[in-house]
């Protein structure tokens, strides 16, 4: 295990050299790990989307693609809801009493929304990014991320943002129906202690992944194109508040081994559970096919 272990040291040592590059704190960065390199970071909602036709690739521009994602994303929410008060009402009561959790939840069994996953926890963000490195010779990536710096760019103030318990998540689904403005992006935390709002213990894959999210304008394809455009050129904060570490495919095979010998694994992550409702259900072609025969 000598191997291993100091391949994962040398990676935490890359991450301590951008803190101190950048005079940061390690304890206010998220990780999220991919097995290889992607051309972009959309969030699951949008990876399911056809943007044919787009002139700029990054963002969405064209009126018929902005009211898909409209009646998708409400389709979605008001689908789930009622498939989860069918098959499990206690539960569904649970996660709707402060009105997010229910997106929470969506988002880690796979359902998609517009929200990208993030993780407080190293550990659990190396796993994913080399998980699949045993299966393939594809680098994996780790990306580091400065939340509260994204949102101090965004509204000068160097915190986290919180769900308000009156502004619920079908609020947020339907902001385009009620006129609600969302220009902003934002790095939300589901646990606030300020205003006392605390994810529900129901949504036990999302505690053990220490789960995060942001959430970018819906003009925008995906979140590393927003980072480029908010930091107006800089390439310096560009980086600060998002950076990339290529792991290449023998060192990542090697932490793999590594953390399943600290015991970080699929049971671990609860990756090995069934989900209670089935995510290829909510995919946009069973969409299109739904609202095409019911227009």
């Known amino acids: 295990m000598e191997n291993e272990k100091r391949a994962y040291d040398q990676l935490k040592s890359r991450i ?24 972009s970071m959309p969030s699951t909602l949008y990876r399911q989307m056809n943007f044919n036709g787009e002139p700029d690739e990054r963002k969405v ?11 998708y994303e409400k389709w979605i929410y008001d689908k789930f809801t009622e498939e989860l008060k069918e098959k499990d009402i206690d539960l569904y009561r649970s996660i709707t009493m402060n009105g997010w959790d229910i997106v929470f939840y969506m988002q880690h069994y796979g359902i998609p929304t517009r929200f990208i996953d993030w993780s407080e926890s190293l550990h659990t963000s190396l796993f994913f990014a080399t998980e699949k490195a045993h299966m ?7 990306w580091l991320f400065e939340p509260k710096k994204m949102n101090e760019i965004l509204r000068d103030s160097y915190q986290l943002q919180h769900p308000e ?16 403005n969302q220009d902003l992006g934002a790095a939300i935390s589901p646990n606030s202690y300020s205003i006392g709002v605390y ?9 053990s992944q220490y789960g995060h999210f942001v959430f970018i304008p819906k003009e925008y394809r995906d979140m590393r ?12 904060l560009q980086e600060r508040v998002l950076k990339k570490l290529i ?14 010998s600290i015991g970080c694994d699929i049971s671990k992550y609860r990756l090995n559970e069934t989900p209670l409702i089935n995510a290829k259900e909510y995919n946009f072609t069973e969409f299109i096919n739904r609202y095409q025969t019911h227009s």
């Open 199 to 207: 994810a529900s213990g129901d949504i036990e894959r999302m505690h």
């Open 225 to 236: 194109s927003y980072i480029e455009e908010i930091v107006l050129g800089d390439s310096n």
């Open 247 to 260: 792991i290449p495919n023998n060192e990542a095979k090697l932490i793999n081994r590594y953390l399943e």
């Open 136 to 142: 393939n010779e594809e680098d994996a990536v780790l």
């Open 16 to 39: 301590i050299n951008h803190i101190e590059d950048h005079n940061m704190k390690l304890g206010n960065l998220w990780y999220r790990g991919e097995s290889k390199l992607f051309d």
């Open 165 to 180: 318990p009156s502004n619920t998540y079908e609020n947020f689904v339907n902001a385009y129906f009620l006129r609600i």
């Open 61 to 71: 521009s064209r009126l018929i693609h902005f009211n898909n994602i409209h009646h």
